[in-house]
């Protein structure tokens, strides 16, 4: 299981972690910040969860960016005007899975990576103590990177094809 002084001290490797993969993957200049995002705007948020396989702990990764955010961003990836909403899910699914296998690689190098579950919503509920958070701002908007221990994986969660833990669900 991961400590949560361990995830404690990864705070400035995650915030790294989001201004590089937001440059790399989408392109645009991002600068690390505290602000947190608007408690009630419309949101993409995608959520992987990550399972040690030695103590079958989980670690829940979130990534967060506000509507408008998410809207202009699949505009320019996919070269459309006007995105639907499943572009912009398929937007918010990559962005949690390129940053979840990069905390896994950095806090659980043997874990296992559940697949992405996108989903747009109007807010988001607080956080538990325990998560941390990263904060990037881009084109005016706040993108967040959420790394938090979880006692479970929740039903929805969805487990590739072969894994161990799909196999197990699939038996039950």
Do not use: Y
């Amino acid at each position: 299981m991961i400590d949560p002084a361990e995830l404690a001290a990864s705070q400035a490797d995650l915030e790294m972690l989001l201004v590089e993969m937001i440059a790399s993957v989408l392109g645009e200049q991002a600068e690390p910040t505290a602000e947190p995002l608007p408690a009630a705007v419309g949101l993409a948020v995608s959520r992987l969860v990550i399972q040690d396989p030695q103590d079958g702990s989980f670690l829940g990764v979130d990534v967060r960016a506000e509507g408008n955010l998410i809207t202009t961003l699949a505009a320019t990836l996919l070269g459309v005007a006007e995105p639907a909403p499943d572009d912009m899910l398929d937007v918010i699914a990559e962005l949690g899975n390129i940053a979840a296998g990069n905390v896994k690689s950095l806090l659980c190098h043997n874990g296992q990576l559940s697949l992405p579950a996108p989903q747009l919503a109007f807010e988001h509920e607080g956080d538990s103590p325990d998560a941390i958070r990263a904060g990037a701002s881009l084109l005016g908007n706040v993108m967040e990177l959420v790394v938090m221990p979880l006692h479970s994986a929740d039903a929805k969660t969805r487990w590739p094809s072969g894994s161990a833990q799909h196999s197990a669900e699939v038996g039950v």
